[in-house]
């Protein structure tokens, strides 16, 4: 069988604040196919892992706007004992929900307190009464609780999604209110949502590979320089994710690593030439037009439409 020789490739998506970057160096190489019948089955959850952690930050991230009411549902002194059992809840409080108010968007995350129950976060986008979702709690659980009826629901409108929408994605890092008690049976997803994380822009960059690793290596420097920054102003270490592949999720980093990009694009001298020194001025990060006209094999998605260029 032939070898098959395939350039270098970057991959990065930029969604609202963050970019996923993935290189592959290319090379000589056997080809080859993979059945699906090959492929491993998804076996039982028994925790949250990071890959599951930052799909859900991504949609946390792209969806933030969207929501308007945080809550927190917790049980009373009995409480389920398989995650079965609390998804069977949390399914029937988004049923009452949508027949009191209709169609919404939501976001949950299931947790563990310190005695060992469950609890849910949930996100909305619809503002709802606090009588009215205690009760519908304080139903759907069965309670028969007093104390849980008044005090089993938190709600609150999210006045600053930066901050509020944040502080689930703290609570997303927190592995040990991840961990499954012992006595707690097949805990099931960790978090679910019917919203979607979707990249507002995807850059693929082809070429040789010392090229091509170049700017690979100068985005990762760049996201190597905020976690320093994190880890200065924290105390606690942040480093880079062990990876099979080389590549990472730089989190808020998207503005630096797009300026990063528009520095390599007016480095392509063969179409920089076409380009006037007026039109060069007026480029810069706000200027998505102009960006897009640079960048290698670009790629726009948004409202079903997408458009590619290629420079090189």
């Known amino acids: 069988m032939h070898k098959v020789i395939t350039p270098a490739k970057l991959e990065i998506k930029l969604h609202s604040r963050s970019a996923i970057v993935s290189f592959n160096p290319g090379g000589l190489h056997d080809p080859f196919y993979i059945d699906k019948k090959d492929l491993p089955t998804r076996g039982t959850i028994k925790?949250?892992?990071?890959?599951?952690?930052?799909?859900?930050r991504l949609i946390l991230?792209?969806?933030?706007?969207?929501?308007?009411?945080?809550?927190?549902?917790?049980?009373?002194?009995?409480?389920?004992?398989t995650g079965k059992e609390v998804k069977r809840h949390q399914d029937n409080l988004l049923k009452r929900i949508r027949r009191k108010y209709g169609e919404i968007k939501y976001f949950w995350v299931l947790e563990f307190q310190d005695r060992g129950a469950p609890h849910l976060h949930l996100l909305i986008d619809t503002f709802i009464h606090k009588d009215w979702l205690s009760k519908s709690w304080y139903e759907?659980?069965?309670?028969?609780?007093?104390?849980?009826?008044?005090?089993?629901?938190?709600?609150?409108?999210?006045?600053?999604?930066?901050?509020?929408?944040?502080?689930?994605?703290?609570?997303?890092?927190?592995?040990?209110?991840?961990?499954?008690?012992?006595?707690?049976?097949?805990p099931g997803r960790f978090w679910?949502?019917?919203l979607y994380s979707k990249p507002e822009t995807v850059i693929r960059i082809r070429g040789e590979k010392k090229d091509?690793?170049?700017?690979?290596?100068?985005?990762?420097?760049?996201?190597?320089?905020?976690?320093?920054?994190?880890?200065?102003?924290?105390?606690?270490e942040y480093k880079f994710k062990d990876r099979e592949y080389p590549g990472f999720t730089g989190w808020d980093t998207r503005k630096d690593?797009?300026?990063?990009?528009?520095?390599?694009?007016?480095?392509?001298?063969?179409?920089e030439e076409q380009i006037s020194k007026k039109e060069r001025q007026r480029i810069s990060l706000d200027n998505h037009h102009a960006f897009s006209r640079l960048?290698?094999?670009?790629?726009?998605?948004?409202n079903g439409k997408s458009r590619g260029h290629t420079i090189m």
Request: glycine share 6%.
């Open 295 to 302: 960048i290698r094999n670009y790629e726009y998605h948004g």
């Open 192 to 194: 679910s949502s019917n």
């Open 61 to 81: 991230e792209d969806n933030r706007e969207v929501f308007k009411v945080k809550a927190c549902l917790t049980y009373p002194s009995e409480y389920p004992s």
């Open 212 to 236: 091509i690793e170049e700017i690979y290596k100068d985005l990762e420097a760049i996201y190597g320089e905020k976690l320093k920054s994190w880890s200065l102003k924290s105390g606690k």
């Open 47 to 56: 925790t949250c892992s990071r890959k599951s952690r930052n799909r859900a």
């Open 257 to 271: 690593i797009e300026r990063a990009l528009t520095y390599y694009a007016l480095e392509v001298k063969s179409y």
């Open 140 to 186: 759907v659980v069965g309670s028969g609780d007093p104390a849980h009826l008044s005090a089993g629901t938190y709600i609150a409108a999210i006045k600053d999604p930066d901050h509020d929408i944040g502080y689930l994605t703290t609570y997303l890092g927190k592995e040990y209110q991840k961990k499954v008690p012992e006595e707690f049976g097949e």
